[in-house]
Structures are given as C-alpha cells and as structure tokens.
C-alpha cells in the first residue's frame, strides 16, 4: 500500500499521507501498533515517513532509526496501560506482569507482549534447575544435596577445590553441589522467581552469559580471595541475576510499574542477606571433619560485582545492540581482565605462597 503513495521510489511518503492511510486501514491493524505509528508519524520533524520502519515494526525488528524516532517523539501513549485492559486471558496476563516485572517503558512493554510468542520457552532456566539440580543429585548421587557434616563431602568429581584447580571444569560444576537442603532451596527459589522472567524477556543468550559469568567470577573470586577454600552452590550465578533485576529497578525506579516493588527488593535483600550470612558463618564454623574446610562465601560476591556491572547493561539496554553501547565494552573489557588475572595468580600465586592447603578428597 505505502508503494501507491511513492510514485518517485523514494522510499518515503508525507506524514499527511501516512496518516491517511492510517486512518483508511488503521481498523486492521494491531491498537498497539497502531499506536506505535502515530507516535513515528507524530516524532517525524521532516514530514516524512521511511518506508523500512514502517516495514521494521509490522515485522517486529526495532531498528536504530526507528527506535531514535519512537525516543524522540513529542506524543505519549496516550491509550491504557496493557494491565488495565479487560477481558484478558490467564496467559496474556501473565506475559503481562512479566513485562511490567522487568521494563521501565510502556513502549517497550507493549512491543514485549506484542512480539512475545513463548517460541523458545526460558528453557536455559528451567533446565538448569531441574535437570542439573534435581535429576543429577537425585537419581545419580541417590541424595538431593552433598551436606558438609558428611565425611564424603569433598569426595566428589563437579565441585570446586583448591588442591584441584588445574582441573577447569569445577570452575564451573560447582553449581550443581549445595551445602544443604536450605542452600539448595533458596537458591532454586530465587533462580526460577528471577531467572525466568528476565529469559522470557531478554532470552536465553543474554541471560545465559550473565550467569554463567556470575558463576565464573564466582569460583575465581574464591581462588584468589579465600585460596583454601573450597565452592559449592550456584550462588554466583544466582546473584549476578537478582543483583543486575534489583539495580535495574533501583535505576529506572519511577518508570518500573510493577506492583509493590518496594515490598518484593525488600524481601529478595533479606533473602539474600540471609543466604550469604549463613554462607559466611558456615566458613568460619569448625568443620565437623578437619581438615576439610567449609565452603567459601566469596563466589556471592563474584555474583553480586557481575550483575551490577555486565548485567545492569545487558537488562538495561532491551532489545538493543549491545556492541553500540560503550560502557557494555568497558564492562566487558574489565571482566575478561579479571578472568586473566585470576587465571595467572591460579598458575603462580599458590606456589609462591606458603599456604596450607586443605589435603586433596
């Protein structure tokens, strides 16, 4: 349609006759989209449309222009918010009050649920809980959890230890060994409440690096800051999740509607609190087999650093490039050091220092 009023092939039209067309065809189209294309009409000081991103929003790609000429645009939604419409569904809803859970804008809360299809689900969240938790310490190990008062505690090939560092894969399988049923309890709590709705709307690959960086920076804090000790827990990659949520909403706070968010950072801090508190005095109690130390409480703190800096950015920035973002490279570029420079104090740091290490499992 929009070619009928470009004769020239200019790849442009006049607001005026962007806006007859709106009002010739506006009936078919989605009322969100449609306001979408008022705002761009309205935003545009040139008087003229470009007919690609009229074709990037019918198609959901939000291009830099078109997302700069949305930004820029004199005319606010003026329409109901998407959770004050009636007759909705369980299931739009739901998409719903995830959106308002983690975007600070209308506009993009409503691009969400316009292009939210569930196709993929947030499987890197699920899987990693249930198959890595549940079905690997429930049906191979014959236990839920490995508990620390336990003589074989440190007998165990995916957690980290300090006398076997050289093996790499423990800088990471430590996340699918807890020191309790409660370690285990919070930690999948949290990972599903958080970690599932920030996949649904950033997805997978975005999500997925966060925590696993948050788990990375985790067991390497712990190898350069507690040495003796040993990792359990996916704490690293737990915190990194909530902590870059709970700035983002500190960050963007009058624009975050969802309800009580007061409330919920209340509760999500106390948790928190109260996880690593107990992490903390768990490393300092007498372990029940000495030598064997108990486990570290300083991959939280890896978490918690990656989430507020990685993680602000890559929530922060929806549906946007991240490699045009400057401090996304900063950020990026500060962590590949430490990642570096835990790695070479890994290969020489514990030979030059007299440290007794706890004796191998």
Known sequence: ????????????????????????????????????????????SEGRICYQDFVNLMSNKRSNSFRQAILQGNRRLCSKALLEETGLSLSQRLIRHVAYETLPREIDR????????????????????????????????DRFVLQVTHPLYLKNALLYHPQLRAQAWRYLTYIFMHAGIEHLGLNVVLQLLVGVPLEMVHGAARISFVYVAGVVAGSLAVSVADMTAPVVGSSGGVYALVSAHLANIVMNWSGMKC?????????ALICM?????????????????????????????????????????????????????????????????????????????????????????
């Open 259 to 267: 309800q009580f968010k007061l409330l919920r950072m209340a509760v």
């Open 1 to 44: 349609l929009l070619s009928q009023f470009d004769p020239d092939n200019t790849g442009y039209i006049s607001t005026e006759k962007f806006r007859s067309l709106l009002q010739r065809h506006g009936s078919e189209l989605d009322p969100h989209k449609l306001e979408v294309l008022l705002a761009l009409a309205d935003s545009n």
């Open 110 to 141: 409503k691009w969400y649920y316009d292009s939210y299809t569930c196709c993929p689900p947030p499987w890197f969240m699920i899987t990693i809980t249930i198959v890595a938790f549940f079905l690997y310490n429930g049906v191979v190990l």
């Open 273 to 361: 609190s109260f996880e690593f508190g107990r992490a903390v005095w768990l490393r300092f109690h007498p372990s029940a087999y000495p030598p064997c130390p108990h486990p570290s409480f300083m991959a939280h703190l890896g978490g918690v650093m990656v989430g507020i800096t990685l993680g602000v950015i890559i929530l922060r920035n929806y549906e946007q490039r991240l490699q045009d973002q400057t401090l996304w490279w900063i950020f990026l570029a500060i962590y590949v050091i430490f990642v570096l420079f835990a790695i070479f104090w890994n290969i020489f740091a514990y030979s030059l220092l007299d440290l007794k290490l706890p004796p191998p499992p």
